[in-house]
């Protein structure tokens, strides 16, 4: 089984930190972002997406397990946070490319 990268503890860590800024540097320039019904695309708008699910949510993840599943590792986390149900599992479909997330999308 493949290890799972690095880059992911260090998103998990920016998000219970509320560090947009070091969060959005785990993506690749050309990621894509998939959330809440809406898609965002390389660093600037992945940012901005962060920037206000930090403000309204102030969300912590707190990882369950991965599994792979061909190149894409799914990630199974609990959320908490100021969102409505919260806490929250929540599964994150993650694929990397030279170490960054490339491609990211809650499910």
């Given at each position: ?29 050309d ?65 990397f ?11």
């Open positions: 089984m493949k290890d799972v990268p690095a880059i992911l503890d260090r998103y998990v860590a920016a998000t219970n930190a509320h560090d947009p800024q070091t969060l959005s540097a785990c993506f690749s320039a990621a894509i972002v998939l959330d809440e019904g809406r898609t965002y695309r390389g660093r600037a708008e992945i940012l901005a997406w962060k920037e206000d699910v930090t403000a309204r949510y102030k969300t912590t993840n707190t990882p369950l397990d991965y599994q792979w599943q061909g190149e894409t590792l799914m990630a199974r986390m609990r959320v908490e946070g100021t969102f409505p149900g919260s806490p929250a599992v929540l599964t994150y479909q993650l694929e490319k030279d170490g960054l997330i490339s491609r990211f999308q809650v499910a």
